[in-house]
């Protein structure tokens, strides 16, 4: 017998609008997706995440705890959300306290393998791909870069 439990991935108590594709293999747990979303392989969403309507979230991303994404976005390949800052020196675990929210605007589009670290980022944003988002984003237009910095007005 082995000295592992072996967990299958899973959709479990997903609350969807209508006309939702997710694709497996994917884990998502507790969350909520509006109407006409679609859900690539290999994504993590994470217990209370609320993604609006019209959004697509393309493979190997990870949506953790503390999200909200609004409608008409764009999740590229890869992306990482991030709620744990160790900002007390060390992974805060399951400290829930510790951790911080992230919210995304409509009309957002982030792309492959950016990191969006706890931030409101709002309507009308296009983030390059390999960004690394450290601050809140409060005027519409093109982000890119580590950390992440306007480059022009959308």
Not at 67 to 85: E, L, Q, R, S
Not at 87 to 98: C, I, R, T
Not at 148 to 153: H, P
Request: with cysteine.
């Amino acid at each position: 017998m082995p000295a592992f439990k072996l967990k299958k991935i899973s959709l479990r108590k997903v609350k969807t609008g209508k006309s939702v594709v997710i694709m497996q293999p994917s884990n998502l747990y507790e969350c909520r997706l509006g109407d006409d979303c679609f859900v690539g392989p290999f994504t993590e969403i994470q217990k209370g995440v609320v993604i609006g309507n019209n959004c697509r979230i393309q493979s190997h991303s990870f949506i953790c705890e503390l999200v909200t994404i609004g409608n008409d976005c764009f999740i590229g390949h890869g992306v990482m959300f991030i709620n744990d800052t160790f900002s007390y020196g060390k992974p805060a675990g399951g400290d829930h306290s510790k951790w911080k929210k992230t919210s995304i605007g409509n009309n957002v589009s982030i792309g492959s393998n950016a990191t969006i670290l706890p931030v409101s980022i709002c309507d009308e944003v296009v983030i390059g791909a390999g960004a690394v988002v450290t601050k809140d984003i409060t005027k519409k237009g093109t982000y890119a870069g580590n950390p992440a910095k306007k480059l022009k007005k959308v």
